[in-house]
């Protein structure tokens, strides 16, 4: 069988129960955590004036240079401790949803920035680190396992 064949999951221990097409919660938390963070450190960038002239905010990109790192240096901690990866995931997702709400605060107060792109952003990354939280809140529990 080869490395990349996707067994069910009730022949692999580290997997949560219902997740039945054998794709491991454990990589899927991480591969989740590695998108957040790079799209926390793209939207800095943007924020920057790097990759896309127009919406330069100081404040906004380093709000979402410093959530990016965080995230990340979460995904990383993970392989270093992986019994604990979840409470870790859940640690980090919860930091980037109260600094996102913040975000979304000051756009709407009217002190960050206020384009579509932005709130769009704000809206998606809301809701993907809500149902990621989540997931890694109620998987808690599988860690030692």
Known sequence: ??????????NRPNDQAGWKEGIPLKRTMRAVLGMEGISFLLAAMIHAGILIQGYAHREAMIAE????????????ITWVRPRSMFSIA???????LLGTLVGGWTIVVGVG?????????????????VVGLGVA?????????
């Open 113 to 129: 920035p206020r384009t579509v792109p932005d709130i769009v952003y704000h809206v998606v990354i809301v809701v993907i680190l």
């Open 1 to 10: 069988m080869e490395p990349s064949t996707i067994e069910p999951s009730e």
């Open 65 to 76: 240079g410093v959530i990016g790192m965080v995230l990340l240096i979460g995904l990383a």
């Open 90 to 96: 859940a640690g980090v997702q919860a930091f980037a």
């Open 137 to 145: 809140w109620r998987a808690r529990g599988t860690e030692s396992t």
